[in-house]
């Protein structure tokens, strides 16, 4: 039995949805009774419920402000955190939540994560969080003595890193890609793991104005969100026809294969209808049904991803795929939420990604300079301007970069571009013009 009572945490318990209060007394549980060597206080579960319970009653968060360890050679990968009721919770005194870098697309065997499991029950809480949400396993609770200790045993054992906090590199992130999906583009997972390799010393040792986060998803769908989430957005896209099955279009329309592969298969929509599904839904109308074969315009197509999506098994992606790279996306604070904004219409993801490389580090030589203190990427390219962004990546201004033309005409000239430049003597116009 827990040791705390907590009748509002209890509530929680209740309903189908998997209980986090039920599965943390599950472990105070286990912590009691183990008979491993258990190097953090053995009541840290029980102590953790009961601040939550404090917590609920009052209503305010019972951690202190702030909190600054980590482990030597490293200037991020732990947020430390202490309570700020230590005598009445000593089990949870300190309470470091430590990020590991995780998989690409967080595969796993039973063997490693058991392996995590077993260090993670002896020298921190035995609480994790199944990922972060920038993608990192999360060892939620441990003391300071123990850093070190985990990071050796993580590193020796595990072969297995920390992953990044503070003003530096984030954990990169990305979708399932080809591991087991038909829609992506280019190996989303082999490119994250490239760079995420590439750039660890930018990952562990902070350098730069503030947080960077890459992410990687394999089409335009967003399965990773890159486009909100991320300072660095590639998506996969294709630049060819869309391959038609029309054999497998007539077997959609019979009714034959579920559209959208069954997703609203939970509600009675109708036969499936191309003309309403498809045809009148294309953001550019750029597809026709004659009743008998599908075509697209692929002139006009921007790859959105809706009739693939609705018929899986009769469009494909094209053959000559590669990527967009958009950058900017950021939450609210300071100057505005912003997503990525499109930068690289087109680029081919091909290994050794040396032209991915080379990108990221104009646009890092960029920002590391100019970047105010605490400025995010997206807020450097509103303060010095998206032009100013296309010349540092050394990129031509082109149509696709932008939603729609400026609507003011406050337009920067550079002198270089006017004929007789700035230099004007007001002479020479008096001569013509009269006070
Ligand atoms: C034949 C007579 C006129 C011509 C050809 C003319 C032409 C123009 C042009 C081309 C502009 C735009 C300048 C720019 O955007 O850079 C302008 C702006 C302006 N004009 Fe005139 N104008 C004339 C008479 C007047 C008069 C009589 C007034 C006031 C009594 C006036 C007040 C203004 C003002 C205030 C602006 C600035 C508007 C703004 O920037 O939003 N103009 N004019
Ligand atoms: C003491 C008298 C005045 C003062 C202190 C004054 C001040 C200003 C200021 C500060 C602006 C804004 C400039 C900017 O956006 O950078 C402005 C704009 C303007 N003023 Fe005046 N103003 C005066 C008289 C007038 C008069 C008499 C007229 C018209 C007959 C006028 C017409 C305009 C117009 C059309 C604009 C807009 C110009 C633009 O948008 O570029 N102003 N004024
Ligand atoms: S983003 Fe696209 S390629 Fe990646 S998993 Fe989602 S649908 Fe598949
Ligand atoms: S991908 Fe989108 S824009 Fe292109 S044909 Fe299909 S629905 Fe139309």
């Not at 690289?344 to 030589?365: Q, R």
């Not at 962004?389 to 149509?399: M, Q, R, T």
Request: include cysteine.
């Amino acid at each position: 039995m827990a040791k705390r009572k907590t009748p509002m945490l209890d509530e929680l318990e209740k309903g189908r949805w998997p209980s986090f209060v039920s599965d943390i007394k599950q472990e105070a549980e286990a912590r009691e009774k183990t008979k491993v060597d258990l190097q953090t206080p053995r009541e840290a579960c029980d102590d953790l419920l009961g601040l939550m319970e404090l917590s609920y009653e009052d209503k305010v968060g019972h951690w202190k402000h702030g909190g600054i360890v980590g482990v030597f050679g490293y200037g991020g990968g732990v947020i430390g955190r202490y309570c700020d009721q230590p005598e009445q919770f000593p089990g949870i005194r300190d309470f470091h939540t430590m990020r590991v870098n995780q998989p690409s697309s967080y595969f796993y065997t039973t063997e490693y994560l058991r392996q995590v499991c077993e260090l993670w029950e002896r020298r921190g809480s035995g609480l994790t969080n199944m990922h972060g949400s920038t993608g990192d396993i999360i060892l939620l609770g441990t003391t300071t003595p123990q850093l070190e200790e985990v990071f050796w045993e993580l590193t020796h054992n595990l072969k297995q890193d920390l992953g990044g906090s503070g003003s530096n590199l984030r954990t990169p992130n990305c979708c399932i890609g080809k591991a087991r999906c038909e829609y992506a583009c280019y190996d989303t997972q082999h490119l994250c793991h490239s760079l995420t390799m590439e750039y660890q010393d930018e990952l562990h040792r902070p350098a730069f104005p503030y947080k960077f986060k890459f992410k990687f998803d394999g089409c335009p769908n967003g399965c990773v969100a890159s486009i909100a989430r991320a300072d660095m957005s590639v998506i996969g896209t294709w630049r060819d026809d869309i391959r038609i099955d029309q054999e497998a279009v007539g077997a959609y329309v019979g009714g034959e294969f579920k559209p959208n592969a069954g997703a609203h298969s939970g509600r009675d929509w109708g036969p499936f209808d191309i003309e309403k599904e498809v045809i009148d839904l294309c953001p550019t109308h750029c597809m026709a049904w004659d009743g008998n074969k599908l075509k697209i315009n692929n002139k006009e197509c921007i790859r959105c991803m809706h009739c693939i999506d609705t018929m899986p098994r009769a469009l494909r992606i094209g053959k000559d795929t590669g990527a967009s790279i958009l950058f900017g996306a950021k939450a609210p604070i300071l100057e505005g939420a912003q997503m990525s904004t499109l930068t690289i219409p087109f680029m081919k993801v091909e290994e050794p990604y040396d032209e991915i490389k080379e990108l990221i580090e104009k646009v890092w030589d960029w920002w590391a300079e100019e970047g105010r203190n605490r400025e995010r990427l997206g807020e450097l390219m509103q303060r010095q301007g998206f032009g100013k962004f296309l010349e540092v990546c050394g990129l031509k201004a082109d149509p696709r970069m932008i939603h729609e033309p400026r609507s003011n005409p406050y337009i920067f000239w550079k002198e270089e571009d006017v004929a007789g430049g700035w230099e004007r003597d007001i002479k020479e116009f008096r001569k013509k013009h009269q006070k």
